[in-house]
């Protein structure tokens, strides 16, 4: 589930797949709020539409849009306010949450991390193979991010699990040297994968 984090549109979308097989769009829609409301009505709204979703759909993992610093403040603040109710819904059911960076999601959907919205659109319709870009951006940026942490997050996921497979196969060997009286093998230093995203 990918949620790109805003205070008057808050894109939320559902993608369905794995790495090295097509992906398929599942939902895709914009939380919407009025700036004529009081913000803390605003985040209620908000948390409200993602919970929905979450109950609905139960995802796996969700990714939200990592806030930067931008020249607006007042733009920051409100997204900053809707990524923390995006990341206490999913902490509260205990998913797992992954940040992306704009930059990141947009070099891993068209190759570019200086894509415009219009680029990731088309992309983000070629990928899940749509009849037209979802709209507003809001709704196409929340797939885009669903997409990135598919790709990113499953091959992640692959190489923790092999080097857990590994660490396992090494412990078997040192406890079946142990039952037998033999020397244990030495122990070969186990890395585990940097799993960490770049900020």
């Known amino acids: ?27 895709v829609n914009v939380l919407r709020t009025s700036s004529t409301l009081p913000i803390a009505e605003r985040l209620v709204t908000i948390e409200r539409g993602i919970d929905a979703w979450l109950d609905e759909y139960q995802p796996d993992a969700v990714a939200v849009e990592r806030v930067f610093a931008r020249s607006d403040s007042s733009t920051i603040m409100g997204t900053a306010q809707a ?13 797992p949450v992954a ?5 990141e999601v947009k070099a891993a959907v068209s190759g570019s991390g200086r894509a415009d919205k219009a680029q990731v659109g088309a992309m983000v319709t070629r990928i899940l193979r749509l009849d037209a ?6 709704a196409a940026d929340a797939l885009a991010l669903a997409i990135t942490h598919i790709w990113r997050g499953g ?7 092999a080097a857990e ?19 244990a093998p030495a122990r070969a230093a186990v890395r585990r994968p940097n799993t960490r995203r770049p900020a």
């Open 1 to 27: 589930m990918g949620i790109d984090p805003g205070l008057t549109r808050c894109g939320i979308g559902m993608v369905e797949g794995e790495v090295g097989r097509p992906l398929s769009l599942v939902d």
């Open 83 to 95: 990524s923390g109710i995006a990341l206490v819904a999913a902490a509260r059911r205990g998913l």
């Open 99 to 103: 940040l992306h960076t704009p930059s």
């Open 133 to 138: 870009p979802p709209k507003p951006a809001d």
């Open 155 to 161: 091959a992640s996921s692959r190489l923790a699990a």
């Open 165 to 183: 497979a590994q660490a396992a196969q090494l412990a078997a060997a040192v406890r079946t040297a142990g039952r037998s009286g033999q020397r």
